[in-house]
């Protein structure tokens, strides 16, 4: 079985722009959670979507937005690149909401100039 | 804002030798979990201790949780050179997700 796919692998952009992350879930999962994680740091929860609905939002600003597409498959976001959003963005699937059974992708390299 | 420490940043043994990383939280949990990551890339799941747990093992590993003191420990036994990672505790509670430690480097060295 196929773990968690997410596309691009790496990516660079300019500051202003905007950029689309792509997340296959593992077969059967109806969950994608979303993180970021900034070099050096932990993973920071960004949006969790179940059922194609938001269930979850983390402190992040508007330009990040998500949805989740009827296959599960999920989509982030980002509006108007800032420096800072340099990071590596995880995508995680998961049954349904349980507190357990996430599974991660390799994640995605975002690189903002 | 991370809501959770971890200590030590950095830990550097010699294969053989058993490491210990602590991770402290604020907030109350459901369930804390502990995550390993090769180079940056995708986490691995290693254990999950629930708030009415005090110790868990899987192989290798060994996880404690004191919700009193809201504190974990993570030891790892006879260390390899395959165990270096960066290390992650995941404190989860519905709503917030998981909330994440700023990591343990490991360095096993042969």
């Known amino acids: 079985d196929a773990g968690v796919t997410q596309s691009p692998t790496h990516l660079i952009k300019t500051r202003g722009q905007q950029v689309t992350l792509r997340c296959s879930p593992i077969?059967?999962?109806?969950?994608v959670s979303w993180y970021q994680q900034v070099l050096g740091q932990g993973p920071q929860f960004i949006f969790q979507?179940?059922?194609?609905?938001?269930?979850g939002r983390g402190n992040f600003p508007d330009r990040f937005s998500a949805r989740q597409f009827p296959n599960y498959s999920s989509e982030l976001n980002v509006n108007a690149l800032l420096l800072g959003d340099s990071a590596l963005y995880l995508c995680?699937?998961?049954?349904?909401?349980?507190?357990?059974?996430?599974?991660f992708g390799s994640g995605t390299r975002l690189t903002v100039v | 804002s991370q809501q959770g420490e971890e200590d030590p940043q950095a830990l550097s043994i010699q294969e053989g030798e058993n490491a210990t990383m602590n991770c402290s939280y604020k907030?109350?949990?459901?369930?804390l979990q502990w995550y390993r990551q090769n180079s940056g890339r995708g986490l691995v799941h290693l254990i999950l201790?629930?708030?009415?747990?005090r110790e868990k093992h899987s192989g290798r590993l060994r996880v404690t949780l004191d919700t009193s003191k809201k504190s974990s420990s993570l030891l790892i036994t006879a260390s390899r050179a395959a165990d270096t990672a960066s290390y992650f505790c995941?404190?989860?509670?519905?709503?917030?997700?998981?909330?994440f430690g700023p990591g343990t480097r490991l360095s096993v060295l042969p």
């Open positions: 995941a404190m989860f509670n519905y709503g917030q997700n998981f909330v």
């Open positions: 201790i629930r708030s009415n747990e």
């Open positions: 979507y179940y059922e194609k609905e938001e269930r």
């Open positions: 995680a699937s998961s049954l349904d909401l349980r507190d357990y059974g996430y599974t």
């Open positions: 907030t109350s949990i459901n369930n």
């Open positions: 077969s059967g999962h109806k969950s």
